[in-house]
């Protein structure tokens, strides 16, 4: 079997990859190793900018649980602050129905989609990729592409099989997300629409943060690899000591129930040396498309999967899919996201010390149009260059 | 409501020449997959490894590799 385009990953970054090929009239595949229903350890943020560059059916739309107005920020002393919009500025959603209606979109573009279909390994020929070996319940098989897109997210298998990743344990986050129910009602009065942010202490310096769904929220914690290192406790009992006594966050969250629990890390920019390869290309946070200040990926990812698919179109009709040419590919993203990939790093140095997390809540508090700027900021309205100058 | 997540490992292996026992793979790992015993890591609990590869990623030494069990969900 021959296909023109494989796309390696069912996240937003392959479904928009996916989508974006086989709407060009190319033979385009997409294979999911998990069932599309699969959560992801994520907060399920997608970012206003999204709406504005992908025109979503409305079959996406319909996965929308609640509006984003912005955020709630919390400083180690529990000095707080919330920071609304006047209008959405963002989307949250499960990624268990999200992902599956972007996938979907694509499947109604031509693409043809597989899921509970693993690669095990890139088939190579002469320094190129020439396709994929798929496993399944089916049986083993060997499918060839013009094209591979490996949109298959952290500590990419890809991304390691071709040698383009980059062991960066300073551009690399471990997390730990708690997918939780609680009662709709409860989550209006106590949360509103709004992401929210806790910056963590001196002691235990990883941030955490609450996303609201409808019935339900995630509640995760971050780390940068490195900085986990002296304490004596994982970030799991960190997460628990946090819902379980926090002041603020405690009597929020006292009748919130786990109902799925899971450890994952987080891919920044500087954990790939390139995003290209002869033959194949990285979209997504396999190739490190994720805002290190805030954690968010899904809008720059899914930028990511547009642009790896139209770079890979443009290779096909010039029948050249060597490296020199999907060099390409890496211009447009800078282009495009560039900016604000590597804003993303700067910003996460800048406020690292207990100090300037207060003094951004000072800040905050003090002004209006702080508030306003930090809550397009942190749900993705505006790209993050435009927003930064004022800080 | 019911959300899926259905990774799981097959085996955490330790190359135990390489293992200096610093014990970053305890810390990192919140699902208590790992262990220090006579100052080397030792798998305590491969049930609860949820395949998040942070383990292998954060070891300096590059003494973990995180076996991934296919056949569950396929």
Redesign the interface.
């Known amino acids: 079997m021959k296909y023109d385009i494989i796309v390696v990953g069912g996240g937003p970054a392959g479904a928009i990859a996916a989508k974006v090929a086989a709407e060009s009239g190319l033979s385009t595949l997409l294979l999911e190793k998990m069932e599309f229903t699969r959560e992801k350890p994520c907060g399920g943020l997608v970012q206003g900018m999204a709406f504005d560059r992908f025109d979503f059916p409305s079959s996406v739309n319909e996965t929308f649980e609640r509006n984003c107005y912005g955020a709630f920020v919390c400083a180690p002393s529990g000095n707080n602050v919330t920071c609304f919009a006047g209008e959405p500025v963002g989307q949250f959603v499960w990624r268990s129905r999200f992902d599956p209606a972007l996938v979907f979109w694509a499947e109604n573009k031509g693409a043809e989609v597989r899921e509970k279909t693993r690669v095990t390994d890139l088939t190579m020929k002469a320094g190129y990729v020439k396709g994929v070996i798929a496993k399944s319940k089916q049986g083993t098989e060997d499918i060839e592409a013009e094209i591979v897109i490996g949109a298959d997210g952290y500590y990419s298998f890809i991304a390691r099989r071709l040698g383009l990743l980059v062991k960066n344990m300073e551009r690399v986050s471990a997390q730990f997300t708690y997918q939780m129910e609680m009662p709709e009602s409860e989550i209006d009065e106590k949360i509103e629409d709004a992401i929210e942010i806790y910056y963590g202490t001196e002691l235990s310096p990883a941030n955490m943060w609450i996303c609201p769904k409808r019935e339900g929220l995630s509640l995760g914690i971050g780390s940068i690899l490195t900085e986990i290192t002296e304490e004596k406790t994982t970030l799991k009992e960190r997460l628990d000591y946090f819902r379980k006594k926090h002041p603020i966050a405690s009597e929020k969250l006292k009748n919130a129930k786990v109902i799925l629990e899971q450890p994952s890390q987080i891919f920044f920019p500087g954990t790939m040396r390139r995003a290209y390869y002869n033959g194949a290309l990285l979209a997504g946070e396999s190739a490190g498309q994720v805002v290190m200040a805030t954690g968010a990926g899904i809008y720059w990812s899914m930028v990511g999967g547009d642009l790896a698919a139209k770079t890979a179109v443009d290779a096909i009709e010039k029948e050249d899919v060597s490296e020199k040419f999907l060099k390409n590919y890496e211009e447009r993203v800078n282009e495009e996201i560039g900016n604000d990939l590597e804003l993303g790093v700067k910003l996460r140095t800048k406020a690292a010390d207990i100090a300037s997390r207060e003094r951004v809540l000072e800040n905050l508090k003090a002004d209006k149009a702080a508030r306003d700027r930090f809550a397009l900021m942190v749900a993705g309205k505006h790209p993050l260059t435009e927003i930064a100058r004022f800080w | 409501?019911?959300?899926?997540?259905?990774?799981k490992a097959k085996e955490l292996k330790i190359d135990l020449e390489k293992c200096t026992g610093d014990g970053?793979c305890a810390?990192?790992?919140?699902?208590?997959c790992y262990e220090i015993k006579e100052e080397h890591a030792s798998v305590k609990d491969v049930g609860a490894c949820?395949v998040?590869?942070?383990c292998?990623?954060?070891c300096p030494e590059g003494a973990i590799e995180v076996i991934e069990e296919?056949g569950g969900?396929?």
């Open positions: 409501m019911q959300l899926l997540y259905p990774l970053y810390i990192i790992c919140s699902m208590g949820r998040c590869y942070a292998e990623m954060r296919y969900e396929l």
